[in-house]
C-alpha cells in the first residue's frame, strides 16, 4: 500500500525567510513524488515532480524538492517567501509502473507568509 | 488556450436530487478523472477512464456514475445515493499509459451544496 503525510496541517513564515513544507511517503518499489498548489476555490496546479536523477528538482515559482530516499522524504523549499505563495500545498505519490489513476495525495498543509 | 473546463462552479442541489457536473478539456488527453476534495482529507478518486466508452470506480464510487462518450468529455452525475454529497469536485486530465510520468491537469472545480 501507498501513503503519504504532510506531518503539518499549517505552516506560518515571515516574508522574505525560507520555507519548508514537510512530506513523507511510504511505497513499494520506486516512487514518482509530485508537489501540487491550490489557491482558494481553485483547481489544483502542478509545481514540480521527482522522477528518477538528480534528488533536488526545480519547479514553478521559484520552488524546490529534495528527494531523500532513506529518510522517504520530499520536502518542499522555497529561499524566500512571498505573500502570494500563501495557498494549500498537496504532495502526492505514485509508484513506477502504475497508472496516474494511483496518484495518492496527502491531506495539505496551508502555508501562511506574514508580510 | 489549452485546457479543462468545468461547470458549474457552484451548484446547490436539493436532497434527493441527481445532479450532473461537467468536465471538457481540449489538451488532447486520453485519461480523465474525477476527485472529490473535503477539508482536512486528500484528494480522493471517484472515477476515471483511460479511454473513450471505458470507465473504472476509484476509491469512492459509490452514489456517484459517469460517462465517457467523447474524448473530451467526462461528466459526473451525483446522485441521489450519495449519502454526504456537499464538496468540492475536481475533474483532471493526463495522458494515459502505465509508462506516463507526467503531471495530472486539473480543472478549477465545482463546489455543490446540498441544502
Known amino acids: 500500500a501507498q501513503s503519504v503525510a504532510q506531518p503539518e496541517d499549517q505552516v506560518n513564515v515571515a516574508e522574505g525567510n525560507p520555507l519548508t513544507v514537510k512530506c513523507t511517503y511510504s511505497?513499494?518499489?520506486?516512487?514518482?513524488l509530485f508537489w501540487y498548489v491550490q489557491y482558494p476555490n481553485r483547481g489544483l496546479q502542478f509545481l514540480l515532480k521527482?522522477?528518477?536523477?538528480?534528488?533536488l528538482v526545480k519547479g514553478s515559482y521559484g520552488f524546490e524538492a529534495e528527494f531523500n530516499k532513506s529518510q522517504t522524504s520530499f520536502h518542499l523549499k522555497k529561499p524566500s517567501a512571498l505573500v502570494s505563495d500563501s495557498a494549500l500545498y498537496f504532495c502526492a505519490v505514485r509508484t513506477l509502473g502504475s497508472g496516474a489513476n494511483n496518484l495518492f495525495f496527502g491531506t495539505g498543509t496551508r502555508l501562511t507568509v506574514i508580510p | 488556450d489549452g485546457g479543462i473546463t468545468q461547470s458549474p462552479k457552484y451548484l446547490f442541489r436539493k436532497e434527493g436530487q441527481n445532479v450532473t457536473l461537467s468536465c471538457e478539456q481540449n489538451?488532447?488527453?486520453?485519461?480523465m478523472y474525477w476527485y472529490r476534495q473535503d477539508p482536512g482529507q486528500g484528494l480522493r478518486l471517484i472515477y476515471y477512464s483511460q479511454i473513450v466508452n471505458d470507465f473504472q470506480k476509484g476509491d469512492i464510487a459509490e452514489g456517484y456514475s459517469v460517462s465517457r462518450e467523447k474524448k473530451e468529455s467526462f461528466p459526473l452525475t451525483v446522485t441521489s445515493a450519495q449519502k454526504n454529497p456537499t464538496a468540492f469536485y475536481l475533474c483532471?486530465?493526463?495522458?494515459?499509459?502505465?509508462?506516463?510520468?507526467?503531471?495530472?491537469?486539473f480543472g478549477e472545480g465545482s463546489r455543490l451544496t446540498v441544502l
Open positions: 521527482y522522477i528518477t536523477g538528480d534528488n
Open positions: 483532471a486530465s493526463s495522458l494515459a499509459g502505465q509508462t506516463y510520468t507526467g503531471e495530472l491537469f
Open positions: 511505497v513499494s518499489g520506486n516512487p514518482y
Open positions: 489538451l488532447n488527453h486520453d485519461a
